[in-house]
């Protein structure tokens, strides 16, 4: 007899086990020569070395069926446990209009013209600019297609970045160090991040870096390859900070670049490189501008009236 120990890598395992351990007892019950022992996010077997090893490897391909789609079922264990390893991998792929299943099973979609257009662009293109008003989906769309590339295997890392420019207050008088200063400029990331991930996955990929959010300053010196990268509030980089971002670009990577043109926070003395990156790099093969407007707006009804408005009275 042999003894092995499987950590699921969640941070709500009932999800995964299912009410009154519903879906655990499916599972013991295809493997009743096992004693399978389930406690929090670990689950031990004990029994025949040979039993064990089926049992990890189709306990893998379960485990990726509800990373990929946040739920469980009695048909997915029933496909993915009883059957050849060779029959499953059509079960594990995700519909074509998904880009992420996130947390609880949410359906995570491209929902309006514009945000279709920043996916089939980011098909063919490795760098697009999605530039358009608030609420329009640019970040969470972008941040979609970069967690569906992670979890593709498609690169290795997530970087996001924005820079931090201060909005009406300055750095220096917010309480904390200095990651807890720039924490609140990048906290619409981290809202994205947490609707498509569990937390302690989150958490893992953070602390290890396979997702790593900084502040665009950081990105000097640096050449960032087999990673998708995302520049967030690009309107707020200076000319010399974007074309400084733009240049880090390494083989085999991803780049996103979003903005609103209309909500400029830099100083006077400084231009947005946003809007001259529009005009320099719009002939350029391999990099595409994708424009979203009002109709985009995914937020609050009150939202699109309130750019509306603000539109108007600008012309």
């Known amino acids: 007899m042999s003894e092995s120990i499987i950590q699921i890598d969640m941070d709500n395992p009932v999800e995964f086990f299912g009410p009154g351990d519903k879906y655990l007892n499916h599972i013991k019950a295809i493997f009743p020569k096992l004693r399978i022992i389930a406690r929090g996010n670990l689950i031990k077997l004990i029994g025949e070395p040979a039993e064990i090893g089926i049992f990890e490897k ?3 391909l379960l485990l990726v069926y509800f990373d990929r789609f946040g739920k469980m079922n009695d048909k997915a264990i029933e496909q993915i446990m009883e059957q050849d390893d060779d029959s499953l ?22 929902q309006t013209p514009n945000q279709k257009k920043m996916v089939e662009s980011m098909a063919k293109n490795d ?5 358009g008003p608030a609420g329009t989906g640019k970040t969470y769309t972008a941040v979609a297609l970069a967690i569906r590339a992670l979890k593709n295997r498609e690169v290795k890392r997530i970087i996001l ?18 990651k807890e200063k720039l924490d609140p400029y990048l906290q619409p990331l981290y809202d994205a991040l947490r609707d498509m991930l569990p937390t302690q ?29 995302i520049l967030d509030e690009a309107q707020n980089a200076s000319e010399g900070q974007l074309k400084m971002f733009l240049t ?3 083989k085999n990577a991803k780049f996103i670049i979003t903005g609103d043109v209309t909500q400029i926070d830099l100083p006077r003395n400084k231009n947005s490189g946003l809007l001259q990156a529009q005009h320099i790099l719009k002939n350029i093969q391999g990099i595409d ?14 939202v699109t009236r309130i ?9």
């Open 201 to 229: 996955k989150l958490l893992t990929y953070l602390e290890d870096e396979t997702i790593e959010i900084a502040p665009l300053a950081y990105m000097r010196g640096r050449t960032l390859g087999n990673v998708f990268a």
């Open 161 to 178: 970045t924005r820079p931090a420019v201060e909005a009406g207050e300055s750095l220096g008088f917010l309480p904390g160090d200095m």
């Open 127 to 131: 760098m697009i600019f999605a530039i």
């Open 307 to 315: 750019v509306q408005a603000y539109q108007k009275n600008a012309e």
């Open 248 to 250: 880090r670009m390494g």
């Open 89 to 110: 991998m059509h079960e594990t792929t995700p519909k074509e209009d998904v880009l992420v299943y996130g947390r609880h099973g949410k359906l995570v979609k491209a």
């Open 289 to 302: 501008f994708i424009y979203l407007d009002e109709k985009d707006i995914v937020r609050n009804k009150l």
């Open 58 to 60: 189709r306990m893998d």
